[in-house]
Nanobody, 125 residues
């Protein structure tokens, strides 16, 4: 079993930056593909970014490419999401997630095995 706990959300002005962290329990962290998803009010949860178990490969939602960076530190059992040039449309609850799947980073909500509780990110205009 893997437990995930996000932190780092908050209120920021458009153009600003935030870094989200997700701490994972369990000794299998380094074998998991990790990801970030988000859910805006009245919308379905959507994919944001994923990172391979080694950290060597990443994949992003088109609208966040060049602005968001996913990274991980397997020694600390932690995955990060650095968000720059934030826009009001980035406002959402951001969720950390993990999966035991292999072979692709193009993952859907239904592909993820473990979820955190989420952290609110609000970008004001």
């Amino acid at each position: 079993q893997v437990q995930l706990a996000e932190s780092g959300g908050g209120l920021v002005q458009a153009g600003g930056s935030l870094r989200l962290s997700c701490a994972a329990s369990g000794r299998t962290f380094s074998t998991l593909i990790m990801g970030w998803f988000r859910q805006a009010p009245g919308k379905e949860r959507e994919f944001v970014a994923t990172i391979s178990w080694s950290g060597g490969s990443t994949y992003y939602l088109d609208s966040v490419k060049g602005r968001f960076t996913i990274s991980r530190d397997n020694a600390k059992n932690t995955v990060y999401l650095r968000m720059d040039s934030l826009k009001p449309e980035d406002t959402a609850i951001y969720y950390c997630a993990a999966t035991r799947l292999r072979g692709t980073l193009r993952l859907r909500v239904s592909d993820m095995d473990y979820w955190g509780q989420g952290t609110q990110v609000t970008v004001s205009s």
